[in-house]
Each structure stands twice: as C-alpha cells, then as structure tokens.
C-alpha cells in the first residue's frame, strides 16, 4: 500500500507547508531532500527513516528535525500499524523573520545536528499547533501560533550549534555540476554533458554524487525539478506547463515523480493552496 498524505498549504506564513502523513511497510522510501526547513513528530506507530548515515528508529513521540538539502527517505513502519507522522515544511524566508524579529538570530546559523529527539511537553506542542493551523483562520491567529512553536522549536534546540548545513563541495568539481543542474534543470541533461564541463570521466561523477550528495546525478535533479514545480503551481501555472516548464517529458511522467516525492498529486497540491 502507498504512503498517504494530506497537506495544506498557509500563503500567508510564506507558503508553509503542513502534511499528514500515513505510512505503511511496504512503502519504497523513495530518497529525496527539500530545499527548506522541516520537522515532524510521530503520532502514531513504530517506524524507521533512512538518512545518509544510516537507518533512524522512532516511536509515537518521536520529534524529526531535517535541515535543507539533507537527503533522506520518508517513514515506513515496522509494526502492523501504520507510522503516522505530521511535518512542518518551513520556507528560508518564513524562519529569517522570526529570527530576525525575535532571536536575533541569521536563518544561516540554524542547524539541527541531532536528527531524532523525545520530549513531551514538544511533542504536544506540536501537535496542537500542527491541528491548530488546519483550522485557525486570521492571519494574526495562525501568526501568533506558529511563532510560539517556532521559538519554542528553537529553544528546545539551543543546545546544539546553529548554522545551516551547505552541500559538502569535495572536490571542487561537484560544485560545478551542482551549479550546472541549477541552472539547467528544465533542459535535458547528459551524464556525459556534466562528464564534460567537470572534466572528469561519467563514473568519477557518479561516484563522487553518491559519496558526498547521498543520491545519484539523475535523482538529484528530479528532486529539483519537483521544488521548482511546487513553486510554479503556487503561482498559478497549470500542471501541463509547469511539467514542461521544468523538464519532464509529459504529465503522467511529471505526475508520477511529483507523488512519489511529495506524497500528493500536483492536482491535491494545487488543492491545498485553497484549503
């Protein structure tokens, strides 16, 4: 059975992003990484995340903190019950000005070091907020609530280093190559093109992107192209142009790596931009 997600979407929070979801044992962990903030706490079940150093056990409780570009699969049970889970996707912008208006604190010092935690009175914490923001309406009511969490998130954290992670650019070529799939991403790209510009031979690159990156070029790149999606179909563009716009072949294709690193159809995800 497939993973299933619910998710809603506050424009007015900087597009935060706020997704149930419900996994099952024979999910495929597909990897992928986003480009912002998040964190999720485990509501229900037993289960296991996979990160680039290795698998992670949670149970009912558990609080998961991953940084931008940290590459990593969903939950997949361990028990007979499905692993529920509720995240909070948190734009750059949106952790910049509560920061800056409230800890004095650069968006680039925050870094969660430690990946799991338990702690109670968190926990409930963020489950009430995460339930409170599906429903709260009025912008200085959902304001109000997510602030108290996020400075709360931050102060349970405190004892960490903050900074926030950069890709590990060793050797210098992968930085070219990174900057090459940015810039290129709605084109097609060649294992050979990247072999090119890098001046190294296609398996080097291969090797060197699953060392330092925790995926393959070719995964890379569809992770990018489905952010880039999402920011599109947030401004309006329809499903068929944005799939072109952004590089995949047609929709079915487009459709099929949207759900698989989202979790929700680009049709329910344009939906939850009017939830």
């Known amino acids: 059975m497939p993973i299933k997600a619910d998710i809603k979407i506050l424009p007015a929070l900087s597009h935060l992003e706020l997704t149930k979801v419900t996994a099952f044992g024979d ?38 903190k991953i940084n931008p570009g940290e590459v990593h699969s969903s939950g997949k049970s361990t028990s007979q019950e499905p692993l529920e889970y509720r995240v909070f996707y948190l734009s750059n912008t949106l952790v910049s000005n509560i920061l800056n208006a409230e800890e004095q604190k650069r968006a680039e010092e925050i870094d969660f070091l430690e990946k799991i935690s338990y702690n109670n009175d968190f926990f409930i914490n963020c ?112 499903i068929a142009q944005t799939a072109l716009e952004v590089g995949f072949h047609d929709q079915s294709h487009f459709h099929r790596y949207f759900k698989r690193i989202t979790h929700v159809t680009p049709g329910n995800f344009i939906k939850s931009l009017s939830k």
């Open 127 to 238: 489950l009430q907020t995460h339930l409170k923001l599906h429903q709260a309406t009025g912008l200085l009511n959902v304001e109000s609530v997510f602030t108290q969490l996020m400075l709360a998130l931050f102060h349970h954290n405190c004892h960490t280093k903050l900074r926030l992670p950069t890709i590990d650019t060793k050797p210098s070529y992968l930085s070219t190559i990174i900057d090459y799939l940015h810039a290129y991403y709605g084109k097609s790209i060649s294992l050979k093109q990247l072999s090119n510009i890098a001046n190294r031979s296609p398996s080097q690159i291969l090797r060197t992107f699953q060392k330092h990156i925790g995926v393959a070029p070719h995964t890379y790149l569809t992770n990018l192209r489905v952010i880039k999606a999402k920011a599109l179909l947030a401004q309006n563009r329809s």
């Open 27 to 64: 999910n495929s962990q597909e990897k992928h990484y986003h480009d912002q903030l998040s964190f999720a706490v485990v509501t229900k079940g037993m289960g296991t995340f996979k990160f680039r150093d290795g698998n992670q056990r949670v149970h009912k409780g558990a609080i998961i």
